[in-house]
T-cell receptor, first 115, second 115 residues
């Protein structure tokens, strides 16, 4: 079974600074995808960034980037130049290609951005 | 609208009553998912539909929970004889076909409170 672990229930960062959110996962498969989703107070979750396991290059999306350490099964999210609008719950998730058609989510990290 | 629509947004009910939660996915999306989000517990998978069939019902917590989807579109999640532990936000998501890109499009959820 897939498991995703987020060990930081809460994090805070000063506006304009950088913060890293941690995630570890456990899958025995070689073909899988990893994701970070953001859930603002409106409750609607949106995809922040996606990483294919077969790609060695870390994914980046503007101020968001990941540090994908396949051997360590680690997948952290780095937010640069943090903005007030980044305040939200962040969920790490995994999807196993060819397995059950569902995303498995971690318990989330609540990010607070201080002005 | 263009997004996933869920209703009601908030529902307060008494223990023992039945409730129905509705999800209207993005037009043309064949895959539909229900997740439950309890405080501090992340997202718990409930059920997945591909068209009108449900290949994976493994996450339904008990036989009090059921879901159906008609016309490959609208889905209803029904909880019978509600209990206080059913209190949570129920999130619906859809995706175009299979989850090969991993992006789910979420609604804003239905917050259920059982008194």
């Amino acid at each position: 079974a897939q498991t995703v672990t987020q060990s930081q229930p809460e994090m805070s960062v000063q506006e304009a600074e950088t913060v890293t959110l941690s995630c570890t996962y456990d899958t025995s498969e070689s073909d899988y995808y990893l994701f970070w989703y953001k859930q603002p107070p409106s409750r609607q979750m949106i995809l922040v960034i996606r990483q294919e396991a077969y790609k060695q290059q870390n994914a980046t999306e503007n101020r968001f980037s990941v540090n994908f350490q396949k051997a360590a099964k680690s997948f952290s999210l780095k937010i640069s130049d943090s903005q007030l609008g980044d305040a939200a719950m962040y969920f790490c998730a995994s999807y196993r290609q060819g397995g059950s058609e569902k995303l498995v989510f971690g318990k989330g990290t609540k990010l607070t951005v201080n002005p | 609208g263009a997004g996933v629509s869920q209703s009601p947004s908030n529902k307060v009910t008494e223990k023992g009553k039945d409730v129905e939660l509705r999800c209207d996915p993005i037009s043309g999306h064949t895959a539909l998912y229900w997740y439950r989000q309890s405080l501090g517990q992340g997202l718990e998978f409930l059920i997945y539909f591909q068209g009108n069939s449900a290949p994976d019902k493994s996450g339904l917590p008990s036989d009090r929970f059921s879901a159906e989807r008609t016309g490959g579109s609208v889905s209803t999640l029904t909880i019978q004889r509600t209990q206080q532990e059913d209190s949570a936000v129920y999130l619906c998501a859809s995706s175009p076909l299979r989850l090969n890109t991993g992006e789910l499009f979420f609604g804003e959820g239905s917050r259920l409170t059982v008194l």
